[in-house]
């Protein structure tokens, strides 16, 4: 059974985390695992599967439990470290869902900072690089306040992490929690769902189909890809700290999205073209972290580079494609 992990003389040995069965959600959980921690998955399924952590389930310190934290959390029993990463994530599915997503940035923040509380627990809250929006600085620090539009489609994700940090900060500051934000620069990896509108995922679908992979706008735009074995690792250290945060977590090495899919299509070995549709509403023109402070207070930075990640997620997307075949 979970043996747990002791920082700074407390010792972590059950965690509840939100999200649990979406595609970061479900390699913390099992990173979690790994380092000798008991572990509650909490997820409604709207974006997350049981899929992602099937392999999970016969694990004697895993549990998971339907649950959407917008109405309620109960969590009984000890809990020391609360990971709140309930959320959809990607632009398909926060623009279907707005209310939903609006909902789980406030509401289930509130409830899962209260569960916190109750357990005094460690809380670290999974926020995101979209927080600084279409940014006029660049690389972004932490003390960047970014340049978001709150009323733009983007906003219903945007604005609800955004309020999510403030609630976080105030629990901390006029409650006394134990509180860590982290944010995140796009993900990528094993498990992610192959049709979430994300640009890696599509890409690399598009590649395996022979499919032209659609790049938007002139594909100028930049992104900062970071592999989610480098993103749970600073998590982790995150969780493992006395730190409050912000915190960026991120790989700084910048690449374009036409740059991006010209790779995808090299490792994939596919004869695709590219083509090229619109740009979405507020897309941001620029994304880069600054991971100096991650550096100093975390010890952490990404070791993966991108070609090797790009390289295991599309074998990864492949593998599966073919198992999928097979039962099919």
Not at 128 to 147: A, F, I, R
């Amino acid at each position: 059974m979970a043996h747990g992990v002791v920082w700074s003389g407390r010792e972590i040995s059950r965690a509840v985390v939100t999200g649990g069965a979406g595609f970061l959600g479900s390699h913390l959980c099992e990173q979690l695992l790994d380092r000798g921690v008991e572990v509650v998955c909490l997820d409604n399924f709207l974006t997350g599967s049981p899929g992602n952590v099937l392999h999970l389930m016969e694990h004697p310190a895993f549990r998971l439990v339907r649950c959407d934290v917008s109405d309620f959390v109960h969590v009984p029993g000890p809990v020391d470290l609360v990971l709140h990463f309930a959320s959809p994530a990607s632009p398909l599915d926060y623009l279907r869902m707005p209310i939903e997503t609006l909902k789980v940035g406030s509401l289930g923040t509130l409830h899962t900072l209260g569960l916190a509380k109750d357990k005094d627990a460690r809380y670290v809250l999974a926020s995101t690089s979209e927080v600084y929006g279409d940014p006029l600085v660049h690389p972004q620090p932490e003390d960047y306040w970014g340049n978001v539009n709150p009323v733009g489609p983007r906003g219903v994700y945007d604005e609800a992490k955004r309020f999510s940090e403030a609630l976080t900060t105030a629990y901390r500051t006029s409650q006394g929690i134990d509180t860590g934000i982290v944010r995140i620069f796009n993900t990528y990896g094993p498990r992610m769902r192959p049709d979430d509108g994300r640009a890696i995922p599509a890409f690399i679908g598009q590649a395996l189909d022979g499919r032209p992979l659609t790049v938007a706008g002139d594909g100028s735009q930049t992104r900062s890809i970071c592999y989610v074995d480098d993103t749970v690792r600073g998590i982790l250290a995150m969780a493992f700290s006395t730190e409050a945060g912000p915190v960026n977590i991120g790989n700084p090495d910048e690449l374009s999205m036409l740059r991006l899919a010209e790779w995808i299509v090299e490792l994939t070995g596919s004869e695709s073209p590219i083509g090229f549709i619109d740009l979405p509403v507020d897309d941001p023109k620029v994304r880069r972290p600054d991971t100096a402070r991650a550096e100093r207070l975390l010890g952490w930075r990404p070791e993966v580079s991108s070609e090797d990640g790009l390289r295991r997620t599309v074998a990864w997307f492949a593998a599966r494609r073919g198992a999928n075949a097979r039962a099919g």
